[in-house]
């Protein structure tokens, strides 16, 4: 067998039509590495916490460094990275800032991990 040939049954039988089909579906790389960048952005705790505390209410910073005991200097960090990924979006009211969740594809990624973790 050739170095990268996969071993993955008792005889090696490439099923062309399936691996056509599904590498017709395929993402671009650059979309694939986009996504695997959102993940990166969930792999993160406490930016897992902003998430959920903002998938309930928008919120400015100070609310989210009181209800996380946090510093606004960490939320803020977390705030610019989630923002960067557009996870979350921002509104100025007068001096005050507040940040809500970019839309409802976000909500429902939070939801459906839950769910998973429930599971």
Partial sequence: MAMNDVECCDFYQVHEDVVRAVNAKMPDEDQLYDLAEIFKVFGDSTRIKILYVLSE???????????????????????????????????????????????????????????????
């Fill in 57 to 119: 209410s928008e919120m400015c910073v100070c609310d989210i460094a009181q209800l996380l005991n946090m510093n606004q200097s960490a939320i803020s960090h977390q705030l610019r990275i989630l923002k960067q990924n557009r996870l979350v979006k921002s509104r100025r009211d007068g001096k005050a800032v507040f940040y809500s969740l970019a839309d409802g594809h976000v909500k429902t990624i939070m939801d459906q991990g839950m769910e998973h973790v429930q599971e």
